[in-house]
């Protein structure tokens, strides 16, 4: 069994990824090992599209490293 030769009888295209897909992916990752409360409450609103605020994104990453950093 086995083989050493194939046709390709149909080339299926790639599908595009928006940003926002790519974004969204990300915050889940996060969202499984990363269980700070200002995050969760930031990611949970980015994810509902009720506050995709780049000023309050990076209020949540200041609030983040001001702890990190205690």
């Known amino acids: ?5 194939c046709t390709t009888i ?3 295209p790639l599908p595009e990824i ?9 915050i889940y990752c996060a969202l499984e ?7 969760i409450e930031w990611a949970e609103a980015w994810l509902s599209g009720k506050d ?3 000023d309050t994104a990076r209020a949540a990453g200041a609030a983040r ?4 950093a205690r």
């Open 52 to 54: 995709r605020n780049a």
């Open 18 to 26: 928006t940003i926002n897909q790519r974004v969204r992916f990300a």
């Open 10 to 12: 149909e080339q299926i």
């Open 1 to 5: 069994m086995g083989g050493k030769q």
């Open 33 to 39: 090992v990363y269980k700070d409360k200002a995050f």
């Open 65 to 68: 490293a001001a702890g990190a």
